[in-house]
């Protein structure tokens, strides 16, 4: 299988729309809530995680001529007239691909929507795409994203992989149905780290907010709160140890060199076209960590906030990948590895500027 790619001609692109009329807890009144879901292009074991589920938001000033979306339902009938009245989308307007953080749960959205009311409010349309096993992708009698606890290296990947193409798909319906003039993407915690390679691997996508995120999966388990959490075990019949996964990642660095003088974009999960790749790839979450593509990510194109005391991703995981990412703008606050962070107004302001610079 070809990592982070798909075949989009041979791809469903189809994808129901509905809107949303009951507005979410900090949802403002001028702003419309459409839900696309649409078939992943990877398939799953779990069925109900093979439907993409995003939220697009986007004001009724966006548009170049009045529309009104008031009378719609969530009725199937309603989709063409949905679509038909989005040709007259302003296409100056820029949008952002916005990726929540692990386990987040439906009762914990608020910072979410606060955040995404500011950004539309700021002109800046928004889709908010649940990640695979999050929200309304989570299996039955599953918690948002608790499977991920237990995922040894190889479903590791596999979910990353799920992750980036539903993106570059999400990409395909958006440009198909908006076309705006921009498309940039902002990702918290997990979703930084999706977030990064994603922008390596789909040049569609201008600019790349990272907020409370890092790489270097041997930093990341061991070195923050998840060395508590995480369960999965990629040691075979024994078990995952700092030590082993210590050894495990001897040949990260080397690795990550060598994956520099290769074409990244006809990677399979295998490996198999690169003997001198594959015999260094310890386990398969060198395929995932955004160290490995940060190095084809334009620095400019970057803006990182971070925390000095997140408890998830350490000091030095986050330096590494600013370095790899060729230093790019970095702040650094005093605020715990909570989604507040996203609303905090001097955040937000630096968030914006950055959207907005030329």
């Known amino acids: 299988m070809e990592l982070y790619n798909y075949n989009n001609e041979n791809n469903n692109i189809d994808f129901e729309i509905k ?3 009951h507005k979410d807890e900090g949802i403002a009144d001028n702003l419309r809530k459409f839900i696309l879901i649409y078939e992943s292009p990877y398939n799953s074991p779990i069925e109900i995680n093979n439907n993409i589920y995003a939220e697009l938001f986007i004001k009724d000033n966006f548009f170049i001529k009045p529309v009104n979306f008031a009378s719609e339902t969530f009725e199937e009938s309603s989709k063409n007239l949905i679509v038909s009245n989005f040709k007259y989308f302003n296409k100056n307007i820029p949008l952002l691909i916005f990726l929540h953080g692990f386990s987040t749960k439906d009762e914990k959205l608020k910072n979410y929507y606060k955040f995404i009311s500011s950004i539309t409010n700021s002109d800046i349309a928004c889709l908010f795409i649940n990640l695979p096993f999050h929200l309304n992708r989570r299996p039955v ?8 606890i237990y995922y040894d290296d190889v479903d590791t ?10 993106i570059k798909k999400s990409i395909d319906i958006i440009n198909n149905i908006l076309s705006p ?6 990702g918290i915690s997990l979703g930084s780290m999706v977030s990064v390679i994603t922008m390596a691997v789909d040049n569609r996508i201008n600019k790349g907010i990272l907020i409370l995120g890092g790489g270097n999966w041997e930093e990341i388990h061991w070195n923050g709160i998840l060395k508590f959490i995480l369960k999965g075990n990629c040691a075979g019949d024994e078990k995952i140890s700092r030590e082993k996964c210590h050894n495990y990642y001897l040949n990260f660095p080397e690795f990550v060199k060598k994956l520099k003088t290769v074409n990244p974009d006809k990677i399979t999960t295998e490996i198999d076209e690169n003997f001198e790749l594959k015999n260094l790839c310890t386990k398969k979450c060198y395929l995932c ?8 990510i334009n620095p400019q194109k970057v803006l990182m906030i971070n925390s000095k005391i997140d408890h998830f991703f350490s000091k030095k995981s986050t330096l590494q990948l600013w370095k790899e990412l060729g230093k790019p703008e970095i702040h650094w606050y005093v605020y715990p590895h909570l989604s ?19």
Do not use: W
Request: charged share 25%; proline share 2%; hydrophobic share 50%.
């Open 19 to 21: 809107i949303d009329l």
């Open 141 to 148: 009698n599953e918690a948002s994203g608790e499977r991920l």
């Open 157 to 166: 990947l596999l979910f990353f992989h799920q992750c980036v193409v539903d």
């Open 181 to 186: 003039s921009e498309i940039n993407i902002c």
């Open 289 to 296: 960590d955004p160290l490995a593509f940060a190095y084809k």
């Open 340 to 358: 507040m962070i996203i609303n905090k107004k001097e955040i937000f302001h630096l968030i914006l500027k950055f959207l907005t610079i030329k």
